[in-house]
């Protein structure tokens, strides 16, 4: 903990199948939890001051990062009387810009947009993200230096709690820099298969029984045929 710079408390929240997968191979199923399982993902955003999320994810489900349905506000008041914004900050990871102006992310005016990129983007990829974000923060190398913007965003954002929405790419660079503390996964009764379906931890992962990183269930609660559980990292005896 000691070299350690503030940084959020990350969360991580993801509806999977039974074989841990996030969407199908095609990636035409992208979404596939109950309704319970949506009101489980924006009672966690109303509770986190930033969400965080990878550009394929904002592409291929149309993800807003709001607060979800609220027709009398709600969640916006609660946010408020909890101490936080009306609505989380968003914040979306796009190592070489590719991220699309299409996305309706960009038609929803609810909290500021800021982009995390490299300087593997081409120049006029970044110009076109800093015409359409609130802010764009670009790091040297070829990936995102997870660990400095999440300490950043703590610093000149306040930002105290994150929720990460995924998808697997994402996750994985999170939880190979050992950046996340608690997971809340919704097993579905599904099974997809396919080598190439994204899962919740995708890249390289890790080697050995004593790199993997060790969690404890903290709890789990069976609604219909789902199973949600949460872990929090570290050993039970932590
Ligand atoms: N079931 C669920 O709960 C759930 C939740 C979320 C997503 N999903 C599904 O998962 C799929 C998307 O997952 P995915 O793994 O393909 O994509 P992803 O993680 O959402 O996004 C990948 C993109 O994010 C950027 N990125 C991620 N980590 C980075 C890092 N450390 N450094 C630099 N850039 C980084 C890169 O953008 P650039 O290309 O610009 O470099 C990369 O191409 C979608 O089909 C979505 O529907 C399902």
New binding site residues.
Partial sequence: MSDRSPRPFVLI????TADAK??TTD?SI????SARDLAHLYALRATADAIL??????E??G?TLGNGPDPTGRLRKKRLRNGLTEYPLRVV???????SSKATLWKTKTAPIIV???S??PAAARKRLTALADAVWTNRGT??D?KSALERLHSERGVRRLLC?????????LFAADLVDEIHL?VCPLLFGGRSA?SIF?GPGFDRLTNATRWHQTSSRRVGDELFVVFRRGGSDQ
């Avoid at 990871?93 to 991220?99: I, K, Y």
């Avoid at 929405?165 to 660079?173: D, H, M």
């Fill in positions: 929240n993801m509806a999977m996030i969407a990636r992208t979404t596939f939890g999320c990878g550009a394929r994810t904002i291929e489900t993800a990871v796009s190592g070489s810009a590719s991220l995390l990129t490299s593997r983007a990936s995102v997870l929405e995924g998808g697997g790419q994402l996750n994985g660079a919704t994204p995708d």
